[in-house]
């Protein structure tokens, strides 16, 4: 953890993009400032105000009710999340298309709300007819494919409590999972594809079936068909949907009915089961689709993240749906089976807002700008980030390459975790873009920067721990069977919720999230944030991507170690690393230049795009890495 004192701050970037005017002129959110008054002074009226815009079976009582560190939102509310992401919609947009899925071969299948709801509707009397009911908690181990969609939309419509594990997860990791929540039921895939392979799910869930000893139930999609073979307690999905009723009413919810668990990634500890509501979560994530991603009625909205991850929960499935949106969503990888597939897509499907990760984008970067240029991108208004710290050179290179210099488009950063559901931090549309930083804490959600005491850091660029100040509708509830845990990330530091990120703030209120707290380095008593080094190594022309680590060092406390993944015409050579060191050093400081530079043809990534700078550290010190079941092959 960072100690009471500070967190230096050495990377110097003062560039501002500002964003196009016809971006501002038309943003659903013109008054941030306003808006985020409101929320902070009366939130109880602010979060009622955009709860009243969705269906609820019968009102709520009460706005909000805090039981420290337990609270509730829209108390004795009912309603399903459903609901609103189908029912609602179905006089006036029946035949709208909701969905679009790619297949990493490029064929697609298409889902209009109609179709969808159908669907919906007969998956979640299958379960019914097998005995799933409200309560019950129910596994989903899919690729990324309109059936996984349809399973997740099925447990929420009957009121059974969804999991979805990650498609490619060991077998310890899922059945870890399955044991943790009681599972009653599994639905899996037979395969997933990736980079043109099948990768085998069915042997994984078949080994983590016999291993538990709650689940009743298995459901196999079978994409391959009958050469798939069923063992016993395992039904077919397709089955169990053609011979299942379209006609099954969203089972009515109290706005604290549990809606899913979501297990955190695990880049640090033991993987936390993340419970989130049906009311709170979907009033929340709701908004900031409208406002943060400024989602018009027509737009195509792509996010490139997975199910198996928050960020697939909130912005491929629940919030685009109860936003009458129509999303793309793809399998695969953003660079394959060709490296401008990702421009191929934009193109195609006249995409208008994306939601990726730093990760693709720099990707993308390696391969350099010719691809780009051979597409129409004019239909990509806006463009956001999040999941790691997005690196100035990578926003800057996006903003030329993909957003045509603010020609027709805009790219902007975004914060959040599990935890929060939706984001905290962010630059709004209306907002000039700080290459670095974040932006601001959005609507409803009160941030701050404090000491490991509490205290908060009001120096402008002085970095500390990162802050929440009070929970919010979409906030989690607990973590699932172990409410000590979730307890203490609000006693550490009594009273306010701990990230367990590091941050800083700069004198106009935008924020820089350096990194997680366990990965500030302490050099020679300066306090340096890993994103800095890292940042200052991508800025170089050579660089595709890179990750440090603080090793021990008698003399200076900690070194620098840092592993690049060069260009793809950029050979290593003792003269490239030693060029890289000299860029450091004038970047930032003689202070925060790498001692050594290892050259990797990939860092390890976790399989929603965070570099794994803990497994970089254990194998560096010879330690056990712990949990790496989210490692990506």
């Avoid at 500890?269 to 993340?274: A, Q, R």
């Avoid at 975004?414 to 931090?425: A, D, H, R, S, V």
């Avoid at 402008?460 to 172990?482: E, Q, S």
Wanted: with cysteine; net charge negative.
């Amino acid at each position: 953890m960072v100690q009471k004192g500070q967190i230096d701050h050495l990377l110097q970037e003062s560039d501002v993009i500002s964003p196009p005017d016809t971006l501002k002129s038309n943003a659903n959110l013109p008054n941030y400032e306003e808006e985020y008054q409101q929320s902070i002074e009366n939130p109880e009226a602010f979060w009622e105000s955009v709860a009243k815009e969705l269906h609820w079976f019968s009102p709520w009582d009460k706005i909000y009710e805090n039981s420290f560190p337990n609270f509730k939102w829209f108390i004795n509310g009912k309603c399903n999340i459903t609901y609103n992401a189908l029912d609602r919609h179905l006089d006036e947009n029946r035949n709208k298309v909701a969905l679009i899925w790619l297949a990493e071969d490029g064929s697609e299948r298409t889902f209009t709300y109609g179709r969808l709801h159908n669907l919906v509707c007969k998956f979640a009397n299958g379960l019914k007819s097998l005995g799933i009911t409200k309560g019950d908690r129910v596994v989903i181990y899919m690729p990324l494919t309109p059936e996984g969609v349809i399973a997740m939309l099925a447990c929420a419509r009957i009121g059974a409590v969804h999991s979805v594990v990650f498609a490619g997860f060991s077998v310890s990791a899922l059945a870890d999972r399955i044991d943790d929540v009681q599972a009653k039921a599994l639905i899996t895939g037979d395969i997933g594809i990736r980079r043109g392979n099948h990768v085998d799910l069915k042997t994984i869930a078949d080994a983590a079936q016999q291993r538990s000893t709650t689940l009743e139930h298995t459901i196999v999609w079978r994409r391959l068909g009958e050469q798939t073979p069923l063992l016993q307690n395992q039904i077919d999905f397709d089955q169990l949907v053609s011979q299942s009723s379209s006609h099954c009413p969203a089972e009515v919810m109290d706005s604290e009915d549990p809606l899913y668990i979501l297990y955190t990634s695990g880049t640090t500890g033991k993987p936390k089961g993340v419970l989130h509501v049906h009311g709170g979560y979907m009033v929340g994530t709701y908004y900031h689709f409208k406002t943060f991603w400024d989602i018009k009625k027509n737009d195509t909205f792509w996010c490139t993240s997975d199910i198996g991850w928050v960020v697939g929960h909130s912005y491929i499935v629940y919030a685009p749906l109860v936003a009458g949106s129509t999303t793309v969503f793809r399998e695969g990888t953003v660079d394959y089976p060709e490296t401008d597939t990702f421009y191929n897509i934009i193109e195609k499907y006249n995409v208008n807002v994306i939601f990726t990760a730093p990760t693709a984008l720099r990707m993308l970067m390696r391969y350099g700008e010719e691809a780009a240029s051979k597409y129409d991108l004019t239909s990509l208004r806006y463009l956001t980030c999040a999941g790691e710290p997005l690196n100035p050179e990578a926003l800057k290179w996006a903003y030329k390459t993909l957003c045509g210099s603010g020609e027709w488009g805009h790219i902007v950063d975004n914060w959040w975790q599990t935890e929060t559901g939706g984001p905290c931090l962010g630059t709004l549309p209306i907002m000039n873009v700080k290459p670095g930083r974040v932006g601001k804490p959005l609507p409803g959600a009160e941030l701050d920067i404090v000491d490991s005491e509490g205290v908060p850091v009001k120096e402008p660029n002085k970095g500390g721990l990162l802050i929440i100040r009070r929970p919010f509708p979409h906030f989690y509830r607990t973590v699932f069977g172990d409410p000590e845990r979730y307890a203490e990330s609000w006693n550490t530091i009594p009273g306010v919720y701990l990230t367990g990120d590091v941050a800083l703030k700069d004198e106009d209120g935008y924020f820089m999230v350096v990194g997680r707290a366990d990965d500030v380095l302490n050099v020679a008593g300066h306090r340096i944030g890993s994103a800095e080094v890292e940042s200052a190594l991508v800025s170089h022309e050579y660089v595709a991507e890179a990750a440090v680590i603080g090793l021990p060092d008698e003399l200076k406390g900690e070194s620098i170690k840092a592993y690049v993944t060069l260009m793809l015409n950029i050979t290593e050579s003792p003269e490239v690393e030693s060029e890289l060191k000299t860029h450091v050093r004038n970047v930032l400081s003689p202070i925060a230049v790498p001692s050594a530079i290892d050259f990797l043809p990939v860092l390890p990534k976790t399989r929603s795009g965070k570099i794994m700078r803990r497994l970089l550290k254990a194998q560096e010190l010879g330690l056990d890495p712990g949990d790496i079941t989210t490692l990506e092959e």
